[in-house]
């Protein structure tokens, strides 16, 4: 394979770090919330099942909190708001650094098809479990570090922890 | 003092608004450090590259030093923060299954965002993943995790020191773990680069 | 390391050690258990019968009676807390819903927005939603009801047993974060 000059650029990840904090506390300052994803996830499927099947969602016990006469729309939320705008800075990020195209990120030594498979996989496991742990890796661990919750460390040993042994495991998929 | 919309110091458009700009700017990092490449993304599981560790501690501890500066002085109640519950069993196996998904998949939700937003393939499965598995958890839904929860335990109470103390504990042990893995990067990469290193940024 | 990577992980070191030195915070209210103690073997915290009945024949406007006799029973009462916005009710809240008490709530607004919404109602246009035009008829008779102000009577009261006044923590207010 020639030569590509495909030197990717990236921040240096403490100075991405202390940036990423300082929103931290903007969010916390400003909304008193935890910077998420996972709860994005969530409204989006509970708007969704309740613009189709609306009797079922008012009385099955995930969605009817949410979906009640009178009651504002779920996508009308500070998470939803927020990815939003995370999604707006990623693809400025990705325009200013050429990188915005369309292609799939995976390890040379593998497939595309072996990549999404697994993709999707990983996805299903972190719908079942962001919910499972009310949160993922920013929702949960990030934002539960940053006010000392308990709950955030343990998180953050779990998923790290989890990592680290199932790693071996799926290692071809990587290196 | 902090926080605002919670004390209704500031309007619910200027709230969301302010949503829609810290978003931006998480964004803008989360990209900029290279989160859309999976492939740096599970570097930290095999010592290629600890872009995740770096930034996800620096962001941790920036956040909690600046928030509980912020609660010392009186700009800020913490307490009237958004402010995870404790469930032991549930956040445990959550985070075991969050763990496989990582290492499989590659992202985590936020990521696979941003991925999916910038054009990568495999994100936008990603994405399409989590939401199959959100509607799967929800119509199985089950209401037993109200039993297990401990309420809201702050980590440092729960060990008998003070908040403070127990941030500047996290950030040694931050700083050292910052300088070890980038020998550990270093050495390994010197040794055994893996395929289209250039790619990584490194 | 890169100059870089030096100059923030020295910002954070140095801002950690600024926090452990800083005051453990001022903002704090509630008390360790030494502190707890000490209170406790001073004994300040007593108020004589005598105390007390002077002060209610006086009418002193500064003391607020608790009765928590039969704890019990208020169990299955509803304790809503209000002040006058929603800060310090909810502070309240936070204290005694972390003391295990279930049915306890915050007024949404306080005293402020019980002015602005039931004795002050704002006359909805034309435009508005039917949930509006409901909500403003009922607030214009329980103006009446506090008040003894005669009001227009748009329409019989029997629609305002429709509409269940709300005065609960509205689930927006706390932030709701993460995924719960």
């Not at chain 1, 390890?107 to 479990?129: D, E, H, M, Q, Y």
Request: charged share 15%; with cysteine.
């Amino acid at each position: 394979m020639e030569e590509k000059s495909k030197q990717n650029h990236y921040w240096n990840p403490y100075l991405a770090g202390f940036v990423i904090g300082l929103m931290m506390i903007a969010a916390y300052y400003f909304s008193g919330e935890g910077l998420g994803g996972s709860g994005a996830f969530k409204s989006v499927a509970i708007a969704g099942v309740d613009a189709v099947a609306h009797n079922y969602a008012k009385d099955a016990a995930y969605f009817a909190p949410s979906v009640q006469e009178g009651a504002e729309s779920p996508l009308n939320s500070w998470l939803i708001f927020e990815v939003l705008g995370v999604i707006a800075g990623a693809v400025i990020s990705a325009a200013y650094f050429n990188r915005l195209s369309f292609n799939v990120g995976k390890s040379p030594k593998i497939t595309n098809k072996t990549r999404l498979i697994a993709a999707v996989f990983g996805g299903i496991l972190w719908g079942v479990g962001s919910q499972l742990g009310r949160g993922c890796t920013s929702g949960l661990i990030m934002s539960g570090m940053a006010v000392n919750a308990l709950s955030g460390y343990i998180g953050l040993i779990a998923v790290f922890g989890g990592g680290y042994a199932f790693a071996y495991f799926v290692r071809k998929l990587w290196i | 003092m902090g926080p605002l919309f919670p004390q209704e110091l500031i309007s619910e458009t200027i709230n969301l608004l302010l949503a829609f700009f810290i978003g931006t700017g998480f964004g803008l990092a989360l990209e900029g450090a290279g989160f859309t490449n999976t492939r740096k993304l599970a570097g930290v599981f095999y010592g290629y590259d600890f872009v995740v560790l770096k930034v996800f501690f620096t962001a941790a501890l920036t956040a909690a030093i600046g928030l509980f500066l912020m609660n010392s002085y009186g700009l800020m109640d913490i307490k009237l923060t958004f402010y995870p519950q404790t469930f032991w069993i549930p956040t445990v196996v959550a985070g075991i299954i969050m763990a496989l998904g990582f290492v499989v998949g590659g992202f985590c939700p936020g990521t696979s965002v941003c991925a999916a937003a910038t054009g990568k393939i495999d994100g936008i499965v990603f994405v399409g993943g989590v939401l199959i598995g959100v509607l799967g958890y929800a119509f199985s839904y089950e209401t037993v995790f109200e039993k297990l929860s401990l309420g809201q335990v702050n980590i440092a109470e729960w060990i008998g020191i003070s908040n403070g103390l127990f941030i500047f504990i996290v950030t040694m042990v931050a700083v050292v773990a910052f300088v070890v893995v980038t020998k550990i990067q270093k050495a390994l990469n010197d040794k055994n680069p893996v395929a289209e290193i250039e790619n990584l940024g490194l | 390391m890169k100059k870089t990577d030096i100059i923030v992980i020295s910002i954070l070191f140095l801002a950690s050690f600024w926090l452990l030195l800083a005051p453990t915070s001022g903002n704090q209210k509630m008390l360790n258990s030494k502190e707890m103690l000490q209170e406790i073997q001073k004994k300040n915290h007593f108020v004589s019968v005598d105390n007390l009945a002077k002060r209610i024949i006086e009418n002193d406007p500064s003391i607020l009676l608790i009765d928590v006799r039969n704890a019990k029973e208020q169990e299955n009462m509803n304790i809503i807390f209000y002040s006058n916005g929603t800060t310090q009710a909810s502070e309240a809240w936070m204290m005694v819903r972390q003391m295990g008490f279930k049915n306890v709530n915050v007024l949404q607004g306080g005293v402020n927005e019980w002015f602005s919404l039931i004795l002050n109602p704002e006359e909805p246009s034309i435009t508005e939603t039917k949930l509006e035009i409901e909500n403003y008829k009922f607030r214009m008779s329980a103006k009446q009801y506090f008040t003894g102000v005669k009001v227009d009577n748009q329409q019989n009261s029997g629609s305002s047993t429709s509409i269940k006044v709300n005065t609960s923590k509205k689930k927006k207010k706390g932030a709701s974060g993460g995924c719960s």
